[in-house]
């Protein structure tokens, strides 16, 4: 069972340098979420999206791009990087129902020198 | 705005010891607080999920409880498969779908 699959891993950048970040699940779940997480700081919510072709701002969305083409794919850009987005992602997937549970990937460990 | 707080930020157990972590909360109204567990290099798991004061959810040595301003996750008799960081998060009524983390309890149980 896949569930939530996130791709790549690992990534390092440049400073200015773009790129994306791919999430993608396998349990037909309408809502999906990007968040980041950083030491003592909990995980905050980026970008999220109610279904296909529909993204809505988070938390912290600034410097940062979604993209929901498909209801199973949900992309997170970096347009021009900065150091201040070293950190690891985590893409989550929940039911239709807002208060159900999220179902999270294992996260892309992102360094940005 | 939602917050959460949780204590301590890092426990030390001997396996068998049996604690307590606590949630603190404060959210505008409560459809649920949710309870996760998460091991080093890998995303958040789902434990549990509480919707209202007086509600108790159980799994293996895990048992979590709910009042109107906190939530507590009880260790009984942990053994070193549950040393793990343990994250809480609420979903206010005011919030759509969006939790609100703690910054999560570092446990360690050493045998």
């Known amino acids: 069972n896949a569930g939530v699959t996130q791709t790549p891993k690992f990534r390092v950048l440049k400073t200015g340098q773009s790129m994306t970040l791919l999430c993608a699940q396998d349990?037909?779940?309408?809502?999906m979420y990007w968040y980041r997480q950083d030491p003592g700081m909990g995980l905050r919510l980026i970008h999220y999206s109610v279904g296909e072709g529909t993204t809505a701002k988070g938390e912290v969305p600034d410097g940062y791009n979604v993209s929901r083409l498909k209801k199973q794919n949900f992309l997170l850009g970096l347009e021009s990087a900065a150091p201040s987005q070293t950190s690891v992602y985590f893409c989550?997937?929940?039911?239709?129902?807002?208060?159900?549970?999220?179902?999270f990937g294992d996260g892309t460990r992102l360094s940005i020198l | 705005e939602d917050q959460v707080t949780q204590s301590p930020e890092a426990l030390r157990l001997q396996e068998g010891e049996s604690s307590s972590l606590n949630c603190s909360y404060t959210?505008?109204?409560?459809?649920?607080l949710f309870w996760y567990r998460q091991d080093p290099g890998k995303g958040p798991e789902f434990l549990f999920t509480?919707?209202?004061a007086g509600e108790e959810k159980e799994k293996e040595r895990l048992k979590a409880t709910l009042t109107k301003k906190e939530s507590f996750l009880h260790i009984t008799a942990p053994k070193p498969e549950d040393s793990a960081t343990y994250l809480c998060a609420v979903l206010g009524t005011d919030s759509w779908g969006k939790l609100q983390f703690g910054a999560g309890t570092q446990v360690v149980v050493t045998p």
């Open positions: 349990m037909n779940h309408e809502y």
């Open positions: 989550a997937s929940s039911r239709v129902a807002s208060n159900q549970p999220q179902h």
């Open positions: 509480l919707y209202s």
């Open positions: 959210v505008s109204g409560l459809r649920g």
